[in-house]
Structures are given as structure tokens and as C-alpha cells.
């Protein structure tokens, strides 16, 4: 039977460092997940308004089979700045694809860095950047931030995230399989649809959670579900939202088992976030191999697949139950927390 890791974060996946900045000022923000070693890498793309870098490297017939970071930010396409600042910093560091070419006597590598954005230039009070956008500074910032411990809710690319009407944010969570597999995920939740039923604030992949990992849950209500209630949406505005993800696991994968991965593992956001990839969000999740678990035969992808979907939807969840309150934007426990004795 599956359990969370130590943290119940991505980095119980081993190789795998999280690191983030914010820009407070202008309610948005970057988060890095860095490889210690080159992994394997693969993304699924599902919105119908993506904002994305080095994509198509990670297709099966692509030459470059390593990634060294992967990118979620904030900013709108601005956002994709982050990843070059992320690959300033690898650079230093000496990371990246051997090319073949010398700079300064030494060898040139370039890191290989994909990454994919969320739209929250139009958080409530936000003040644009007067002069140069944030992005690549805060990716430099976020990569020499990496560790395995990091915060959730109002921070890194969830900082101006918002998820419907609540506050979105960053989330995570973890599971060990039995076999010795480890699979993570992390999350950016900035949705149009809701995460949660409009009649009651109950989340809509609250029976996915693992023991103790959320809040006490408001009561379902007798009443039917009205299947078109979307009052907990985004409002009448569509545009401009987008969920962005990471998957990851120990397990030996090649790029098609990391791409099918990432296939099996948006199921997640579809469990917890209704609607999902519509015309105007660029729902994106990429899949990462780190390779010092078990050989994944495909017995064992299958059960990677169904543990990433449900270890998805629980980062969703976490991510708003720690979301706080910000700009006039209400959290969920603002709204729909309740003491356990109340439960």
C-alpha cells in the first residue's frame, strides 16, 4: 500500500532539489525543480493556451535525452525568462549539454532547462515592473535556493496563483510504492475552473487523500449537483489562468515512459479541478526520471501512472489548504476551514 514520503514533497523523490523566489511586490514568482544529476524528461501539454520552452527537445525523436531543471513561473510568457536565469546558474556550476565547443579554454555546456508559465500579471494590486522584468533574476535566485525543504501556498510560481475564486499556490506531495519506486509531484494551481464542489466547498479529490494530509472537509449536501454550477469558476472573465505540474520518480524510465507519465498523471488535475484544459488555460505536465530506482518494466509504469494521478490531485488540494488570503483573494480555509472538533 502506497504512503507519503518523509516530507510529502517531490524531493522525497531522491536527486530532486526545489527552489523558489518571489517578487512580493508584483505578486508573482518562480519555481525550479533541479536535478542533482541529468535526468530524463518528458512533458504533456493539455490547455489550449500553453506558455512553453524547450518542449519540443523533450519529443522521443529529439536528440538531447537529459534535462537539468525544469521551470514553473509566473509572469505570462515574461515568465520564460526564468529558465535562462536558471541556466546562468547551472552554467556556473558547470551543467549542461557537452556541445563540443570551448569558451575561455574551457569546455562549453549549455543546460537544458524547459519550463512552462502561468498568466498573473492581472492579480488584484499588482504593480508592474518599471524597468526590467523580474524573471530571470528571480530563476537565478530560485536554482541557488534549491533544497528539499520548501514552502507551499503563496510562494515561488503560486504566489499570485489563483485557483476559481479561492487563492491558488503551490502544492505537493509524495508516495512510496511497494517495489522500492518513489514518485513525487508539485504544482502551480492557478485554474479557472474550481477545486472544489460550488455547493459546500468540499474538494472535489478529497477522497484521494491520504490520512491526516487535509483539512476536516465540509459535509456533502443532500441536494443533486448542478453539473453546470460554475460559481466557484473563475468568474465571467475567461483567459489568463493556467495549471502547471511536475511529476517525478526514481524509477529508470526512457523519454516514452516519462511522456506516458506525464499522460497518465494530468488524470490528477482532472480529479481536482473542474473544468480543466479549456481553450484559455495551457494545463502542462511534465515528467521527470531520475533513474536510481528500479528498472520500470510495465507493470511498473502502470502503477507509476495511477500513483501520479492521485499524488497530482493531493498536490492540488495541499496547495490551496495552504494557501493564505491575499489581495481581497480568499483562501480555502478562509472560506470552508473548520476546527476538527467541528468536523
Given at each position: ?295 520500470a518494466a510495465p507493470e511498473l509504469l502502470l502503477r507509476l501512472g495511477a500513483a501520479a494521478a492521485d499524488c497530482l ?31
Open positions: 500500500m502506497a504512503a507519503a514520503g518523509a516530507r510529502n514533497l517531490i524531493t522525497d523523490v531522491p536527486g530532486i532539489l526545489v527552489g523558489q523566489a518571489e517578487d512580493p511586490a508584483d505578486h508573482t514568482g518562480t519555481t525550479v525543480v533541479l536535478a542533482e544529476r541529468p535526468a530524463v524528461a518528458a512533458v504533456d501539454v493539455r490547455g489550449g493556451a500553453p506558455g512553453t520552452r524547450e518542449t519540443e527537445l523533450l519529443g522521443c525523436d529529439a536528440l538531447v535525452d537529459r534535462i537539468d531543471a525544469v521551470v514553473l513561473s509566473g509572469g505570462s510568457a515574461f515568465g520564460l525568462d526564468a529558465a535562462a536565469g536558471v541556466m546562468d546558474w547551472l552554467a556556473a556550476e558547470g551543467r549542461g549539454f557537452a556541445v563540443g565547443a570551448r569558451l575561455r579554454g574551457q569546455a562549453l555546456r549549455v543546460p537544458i532547462v524547459p519550463a512552462a508559465i502561468l498568466f498573473d500579471l492581472a492579480f488584484p494590486g499588482r504593480s508592474l515592473w518599471s524597468g526590467e522584468p523580474p524573471y530571470r533574476a528571480l530563476g537565478r535566485r530560485a536554482a541557488a535556493a534549491a533544497a528539499a525543504d520548501f514552502a507551499l501556498g503563496n510562494a515561488g510560481a503560486g504566489f499570485g496563483a489563483r485557483a476559481g475564486r479561492l487563492k491558488g499556490g503551490i502544492g505537493s506531495a509524495s508516495s512510496c510504492l511497494g517495489g522500492g519506486a518513489t514518485l513525487g509531484a508539485i504544482v502551480a494551481v492557478n485554474s479557472w475552473g474550481s477545486a472544489v464542489r460550488p455547493d459546500c466547498g468540499r474538494f472535489w479529490a478529497a477522497e484521494l487523500a491520504f490520512a491526516g494530509e487535509l483539512d476536516p472537509q465540509p459535509a456533502t449536501p443532500d441536494a443533486p449537483l448542478d453539473p453546470e454550477d460554475f460559481s466557484q469558476c473563475g468568474g465571467d472573465g475567461v483567459g489568463g489562468n493556467t495549471t502547471i505540474a511536475v511529476v517525478a520518480t526514481d524509477a529508470a524510465l526512457d523519454k516514452g515512459g516519462c511522456r506516458r507519465l506525464a499522460i497518465m498523471a494530468q488524470g490528477g488535475l482532472a480529479r481536482a479541478i473542474r473544468p480543466l484544459h479549456t481553450p484559455f488555460d495551457g494545463d502542462s505536465v511534465f515528467a521527470v526520471a531520475t533513474g536510481t530506482g528500479p528498472p490531485a493531493r498536490a492540488v488540494m495541499r496547495a490551496l489548504t495552504a494557501a493564505e488570503p491575499l489581495a481581497g483573494i480568499a483562501s480555502w480555509r478562509q472560506r470552508y476551514g473548520r476546527p476538527p472538533e467541528a468536523a
